[in-house]
């Protein structure tokens, strides 16, 4: 029985090493995180979603940011690891298709759908990797909101000093009219608390990269700080 077994073991490498020969592309790791793989095939969707969002080519980007964009995706997934999707409303039809329409409007070829079309089609995109990509997009952030708003508190001395040493001087400076500190308030502490997250975000993540089992294979300098 032993013999049998080994016996069909090796016929079942040789077959998988024939697929190999014969051209069967098989998408590579690229980085494992606490033991969830990261695909060639996610790194490149995700560049070609950025070529498209900044009006690029895909060709136009450097190796570092195409490293940053690898991180990315590793930073996502330590952050799918941490936080309950239970935690916030995830993205809606409707989120999606308004978010679809500010990409449209900040390219030339966005006006109309033949163009649009060709953009995703230069870009090796499908509506569905669009929409998949924006859902995530949008679901991180609110995923994001919930972890770190309710602890967030933004005083009014922080809302005045904003006031008095930034937006003040910028209205000054091209000549447009001041606006009352009572009219502008609720959008200075929205401000401030996203500076507030980013900041904490940052903070955070370097803590889970240092914490977490992060490799990055042929080349142990992408995965930052958590690699090993």
Sequence with gaps: MRKRLHLGLVLALLAWGAILHAGEVVDRIVATVNGHIVVQSDWDQALSYQALVDN??????????RKA????????????????????????????????????????????????????????????????????EINEMRALDAHFRPGLQIDPHSVETYYQEKLLPELRATGAKEIPLADVAPQIRELLAQQKINDL????????????????PGDPTTGGGGAR
Excluded: C, Y
Excluded at 56 to 65: C, G, K, N, W
Excluded at 207 to 216: C, D, M, V
């Design 69 to 136: 964009t690898l991180n990315r995706l590793i930073d996502q997934e330590l952050i799918r690891q941490q936080i309950n999707a239970s935690e916030f409303s995830p993205a809606s039809t409707e989120d999606i298709d308004k978010r679809i329409q500010e990409i449209r409007k900040q390219r030339p070829d966005g006006a109309s759908d033949d163009g649009w079309k060709a953009a995703l089609d230069r870009n090796h995109l499908t509506t569905a990797d669009l929409r998949f990509h924006i859902a995530n």
């Design 56 to 65: 690029r080519s895909v060709d136009q980007f450097s190796l570092a940011e």
């Design 201 to 216: 975000l940052i903070a955070w993540l370097k803590t889970l990269r240092a914490e977490s089992n992060i490799r990055t």
